[in-house]
């Protein structure tokens, strides 16, 4: 059954060439995003992080959004549970990947993710990432030593990953991300995963493309994926990752992106069985 589903995938032989293709665009664009967000601070410099802080402000009433989320989510128990899911967010991104290469029910739909997943990641992590370039709050003050407004922040996620530590369990595992990459900035390291950049945040992005399409596949769990994508904008701002605009910001360009490739969509011709 497994083996003649895998053949059909396969038959006729064009789908193989479109397969190798398909694989070839994403490397290609994932390529091409990591080289980019390694450079960008040698074409424009950190220069957006003051400002996103005070529009941050001005946006909640005079509060930093972080003070918000750990007035709600306060435990260092909550925040290991935001921290873990931040972390699956790379799982869900590949899965639903996986599942729009191999569906072939709905072309149209298919076209649209594919083309927005390759648009969102060159467009909205590299040429807008480029224009606003910021380093993100867990880094301003490496940038600035006047920009100490985060070190509150920083200093909670160390007490609250201590406390996780002496009841016997993990730390808080973003905090030793963060540290690797900022070496890895210093060092000029380039390569998968490497690099600095805040805005906008690719994982808000790619969260909310992922909610956009599946719930065209399935209305429950396009209802769980909006969750999901809830909490990972809670979480970018919770563990000092990104600006609360970061998200903002990517999810309407996000969305813009999806409306213009279902546009672009709309022109490809069903394919005969």
């Known amino acids: 059954m497994f083996l003649a589903k895998l053949k059909s995938f396969f038959n006729p032989p064009y789908r193989l060439i479109g397969f190798i293709l398909l694989l070839f665009a994403l490397s290609l664009t994932f390529s091409c995003y990591t080289y980019l967000k390694s450079i960008i601070p040698n074409i424009h410099y950190f220069s957006w992080d003051l400002t996103f802080y005070q529009l941050d402000k001005i946006l909640h009433f005079g509060v930093s959004p972080w003070e918000i989320t750990h007035a709600i989510f306060s435990s260092a128990w909550s925040t290991f549970v935001i921290n873990f899911i931040y972390h699956l967010w790379f799982f869900f991104m590949w899965a639903t990947v996986l599942f729009f290469i191999v569906k072939k029910e709905d072309a149209q739909l298919r076209t649209q993710f594919l083309l927005s997943f390759l648009s969102c990641w060159l467009i909205v992590g590299g040429l807008i990432a480029v224009i606003l ?15 100490d407004f985060y070190l509150p922040l920083l200093e909670r996620l160390n007490q609250q990953s201590h406390q996780l530590v002496e009841s016997g369990f993990y730390p808080v595992w973003v905090l030793d991300v963060q540290n690797m990459l900022w070496q890895g900035h210093i060092d000029s390291e380039s390569g998968a995963g490497a690099g600095i950049s805040a805005m906008p945040s690719m994982h808000v992005s790619i969260s ?6 599946l719930s065209r596949v399935n209305r429950y769990l396009g209802y769980g994926m909006w969750v999901f994508a809830l909490v990972i904008q809670i979480g970018s701002v919770h563990l000092a990752w990104h600006y609360a605009v970061d998200g903002y910001v990517s999810f309407i360009l996000t969305n813009v992106v999806w409306v213009i490739c279902g546009k672009v969509a709309q022109w490809q011709k069903p394919i005969t069985q």
């Open 133 to 147: 370039s910021s380093a993100g709050p867990c880094y301003a003050h490496l940038l600035n030593e006047s920009f």
């Open 208 to 213: 909310v493309l992922m909610a956009l399409s």
